[in-house]
């Protein structure tokens, strides 16, 4: 290991083995911080004594600036907060919306909501796993899973008119029908995905460097990821088998088969793990949406002037976790207050308690295996 | 507010139960979207929550967010949303429970030595809504600058940064 | 050629030390440029595989093919303002891109372009190597440590690290083929691969052409072993302040190295400058270049190995292989006669 007698402090006397300690900014202008996260460490050489995550350069305010909007006109927004699974966060607050109207949604618009949902997250795990394998120096698995994402990006917009703010849900239901067509561009993209996920698999896992760079690095325990209020792939990796989808099950996923995969030692490889046979989950639940779609409406009967009243809170199980939603209504057609509970905002808490004792390449891994968006962070 | 309904689903039932015997002055209730609601004072929150989280039969174990809602002359609320997931791995008893707690003097005890997930947010509360936790080991402000006056998501909130100078070229 | 400078020299009235300075000049001149040529070609070459790697084109639009990118990144950087760090130590910082790539033309003195074509054969040939190509580890403490950025103190000090875990197999690999050759001379050890495939070193030396290669590929920093500059981890490592033309040195340097690490293996075990019906020169450059790529190969592939296991791997794999090789190769020599 290498030691460096640099900081920026006067040395001080103590009577254990020196420790020199180096205090480093990193980011927020950084390569591996995906976007602008600043975690300030604390390194002896390049051990991690402490990490703390700075967050708040992306903030905005997007609770304050829904305050000002009417109800629909908030929907672009929360697109914006977890911008590569912008679906998800759309749902979140849309479903908070029809509980306080007391909207009934159609059964098609589940359906459909459900399928783009998990297409999305199809879309937010492959972009995490090309820069999960670039955080590792794996520069060409980047850009593997970039065209298979670039594949289903075509059909988001072929859908909705836009690559990746949608702007797709509606109150009571979504925007548009499916196109003609839908079901077949759906089905040749999951068929060419399996292949390709076989591809991903011979490129990473099982390698060794890989094994050895992602397993035993970051673990936190079952009790520690529910005590640190972690959610999503970061618990499941943990070992709860905790999925909203099942545990509430929202919208329709009731109706569809699958599993929750569930990881064993909570380290970096175990979430790696779970979110890929996530891809397989997400599969088994379009595939079945699509045979058991019902026609109808697409969009449910709404009042003409949506007046909220009252308090409700949503979760829903996004790629990356609990995505809450806090909504108050005062009677007037605009959010009283919205909060929006954002699952990586809650698990920079543990860049801490999974970092510490590690490398400095480890909280790079760390960092890759939450899968952090800064945009929903500092929303 | 969600009118209060009658039944309450069983796994429920002993949670309302328990909170009302032990807190006679808390205000228990149950909304229909599934989640039990209850009141209490705030000078009962750190025990109060603590034994949410510890008493055997609710185990409260996870802290989905804190937020706090400005209510103007009625002063601020500040709302937990808690989960119990170590029972039933299901994990369906949902609780939110409020604090009611005056605008003059919005402090709030701070629940990091329950749940240490509430660090972050009950940063976030105090930065956006000014509400202070007593007891919280680095209340700083998490996503504003250092030096921003004022909590932008309190209703009375202008904003004081001064006018930008006009650059005439 | 030479005997006709010689005679010139000798009309105007002039030594053999000046002759000799004259010859150093011009030789160090060609090899300058072979290198600035190489590398030209190296960044076009590493930017098309890896794009056919990553099922891309690499460059296309500047130049037929997109030859001409890397010139115009060349005239990009060295047109780009000359920027030092306010906190930098200026002396240092200046002179660690010279020392870089000081040391990596100073390897190609002795690499041998043909049997017998080299700027100049030293006796001490593998010592030499071996002396010079821990010289650019020096470059980088000096430019990690007089940049004043923390990242690049990191990278440097992981350099350091890396050479001490890494020079003492490739040490280890090279003495080896000095007791195959019975000389410590390059040209003694292309001569004794002559005369076919057979001859090569690599079919009694396949378990140290495995510690040279790796070994070398963590010698020169590449891929999986970018660790001083890994750009995920230290944004850049030692060169995160360069720009411009002091990082383009960098760049230069570090594909020169690539070529040398790549005309030394190609030296050391398949036989060197020799083949037959192409002329030398082609052969060595065939056979560098397969190298080259190789390692092209590996560092589109493989993820970075974390530094505590690269010296893992340095000190608990390598070394010993090394040793056992060493041993056989011993046994070999005597059994052999």
């Known amino acids: ?334 959010p009283y207050r919205c909060h929006y509970r954002s699952p990586c905002f809650v698990h920079l808490q543990l860049l801490g308690p999974m970092g510490v004792g590690h490398l400095v390449a480890d909280m790079v891994a760390i960092i890759g295996s939450i899968d952090i968006v800064m945009g929903e962070v500092d929303r | 507010m969600s009118e209060p309904v009658a039944e309450m689903p069983e796994s429920l039932q002993p949670v309302a139960k328990a909170v009302q015997e032990r807190y006679p002055q808390a205000n228990v209730a149950f909304r229909t979207d599934g989640w039990l609601e209850v009141h209490i004072p705030v000078d009962q929150s750190p025990e109060f929550f603590r034994y949410l989280k510890e008493h055997p039969g609710l185990s409260f174990d996870y802290l989905s967010s804190i937020t706090a809602v400005d209510y103007q002359e009625k002063g601020f609320q500040v709302v937990y949303h808690l989960v119990s997931m170590g029972i039933d791995a299901k994990g369906n008893r949902q609780l939110v429970v409020k604090i009611d707690v005056p605008r003059d003097n919005p402090r709030v005890p701070s629940v990091v030595e329950v749940w240490p997930t509430a660090d972050f947010h009950e940063r976030e509360a105090f930065d956006l809504m000014g509400i202070v936790f007593d007891g919280h080991p680095n209340l700083r402000r998490i996503l504003l600058r250092e030096d921003w006056v004022g909590h932008p998501l309190r209703k009375d909130y202008v904003d004081r940064r001064p006018p930008r100078p006009r650059v005439v070229r | 050629m030479t005997d006709w400078l010689w005679g010139l020299f000798q009309q105007w009235g002039l030594g053999e030390p000046a002759f000799n300075a004259f010859m150093g000049l011009i030789k160090g001149v060609l090899v300058v440029a072979f290198l600035a040529v190489n590398a030209l070609l190296l960044i076009y070459l590493e930017r098309k595989v890896s794009g056919y790697i990553q099922n891309r084109l690499g460059p296309t639009r500047t130049g037929p093919k997109g030859l001409l990118q890397t010139l115009a990144d060349a005239v990009k950087l060295l047109s780009k303002e000359d920027v030092i760090p306010s906190g930098a130590d200026r002396a240092v910082y200046i002179l660690a891109p010279i020392v870089i790539f000081a040391a990596a033309t100073a390897l190609w003195i002795v690499i041998p372009f043909g049997p017998q074509t080299m700027v100049q054969d030293l006796n001490i040939g593998l010592i030499y190597i071996s002396a010079v190509t821990g010289l650019s580890v020096l470059a980088f403490l000096m430019a990690g440590w007089s940049s004043n950025n923390k990242w690049s103190l990191l990278g440097s000090m992981r350099s350091a690290a890396q050479l001490i875990s890494y020079e003492v197999p490739l040490v280890l690999s090279i003495v080896a083929v000095g007791m195959m050759a019975g000389s410590l001379r390059l040209g003694d050890i292309v001569a004794a691969q002559q005369g076919g495939i057979g001859n090569w070193f690599i079919f009694p030396q396949i378990l140290g052409f495995i510690v040279f290669f790796t070994a070398g590929l963590a010698e020169i920093n590449r891929a999986p072993f970018d660790l001083p500059e890994a750009e995920s981890e230290l944004v850049a490592g030692f060169n995160t302040e360069y720009s411009g033309f002091r990082w383009g040195v960098f760049f230069v340097a570090e594909y020169a190295n690539l070529v040398a690490f790549s005309a030394l293996a190609a030296t050391f075990f398949f036989g060197g400058p020799t083949g037959p019906v192409l002329p030398p020169f082609v052969w060595f450059l065939i056979k560098t270049y397969f190298f080259i790529l190789v390692a092209m190969w590996i560092r589109w592939t493989l993820p970075r190995i974390r530094v505590d296991h690269l010296m893992n791997l340095g000190w608990y794999v390598l070394i010993p292989l090394a040793l056992i090789n060493l041993g056989w190769t011993g046994l070999y020599v005597v059994l052999r006669g």
């Open chain 1, 1 to 334: 290991m290498a030691e460096t007698a640099v900081t920026g402090t006067p040395p001080q006397e103590t009577a254990k083995p020196a420790v020199h300690e180096l205090f480093v900014n990193m980011g927020p202008q950084h390569p591996s911080t995906h976007g602008v996260l600043r975690v300030m460490l604390k390194v002896d050489g390049e051990r991690i004594l402490d990490a703390d995550a700075d967050v708040g350069y992306l903030h905005r305010c997007f609770e304050k600036i829904a305050e000002r909007r009417s109800v629909t006109m908030v929907i672009p927004y929360t697109d914006r907060t977890d911008y590569l699974a912008a679906i998800t966060s759309e749902w979140a607050y849309v479903m908070a919306a029809e509980k306080l109207l007391g909207v009934e949604v159609p059964e098609r618009a589940e359906y459909i909501r459900v399928i783009v949902g998990e297409l999305q997250r199809i879309a937010s795990h492959l972009i995490w796993f090309g820069a999960f394998a670039l955080d590792l120096g794996a520069t060409t698995a980047f850009l593997y899973a970039w065209r298979e994402r670039e594949y289903l990006l075509d059909i988001f917009q072929k859908l909705t008119g836009a690559r990746m703010l949608y702007n797709y849900l509606r109150v009571g239901g979504v925007r548009n029908d499916l196109y003609d067509g839908f079901a077949d561009d759906v089905h040749r993209f999951l068929k060419q995905l399996e292949e390709k996920l076989r591809e991903y698999h011979d490129l990473l896992t099982g390698n060794r460097i890989f094994e050895t760079r992602t397993k035993g690095i970051g673990v936190i325990t079952a009790e520690q990821a529910i005590a640190w209020g972690a959610s999503g792939p970061v618990l499941r990796g943990s070992g709860v088998p905790h999925d909203l989808r099942k545990a509430h099950p929202y919208s329709v996923y009731d109706r569809f088969e699958f599993g929750i995969p569930v990881g064993e030692d909570g380290d970096v490889y175990s979430r790696y793990v779970v979110r890929m046979q996530e891809f397989y989950e997400s599969m088994r639940i379009v595939r079945q949406a699509l045979r058991d779609i019902p026609g109808g409406p697409w969009q449910g009967d709404v009042p003409r002037r949506m007046k909220l009243n009252g308090d409700v809170y949503t979760r829903i199980e996004s790629p990356r976790g609990e995505v809450g939603v806090y909504l108050v209504g005062d009677g007037s057609d605009t």
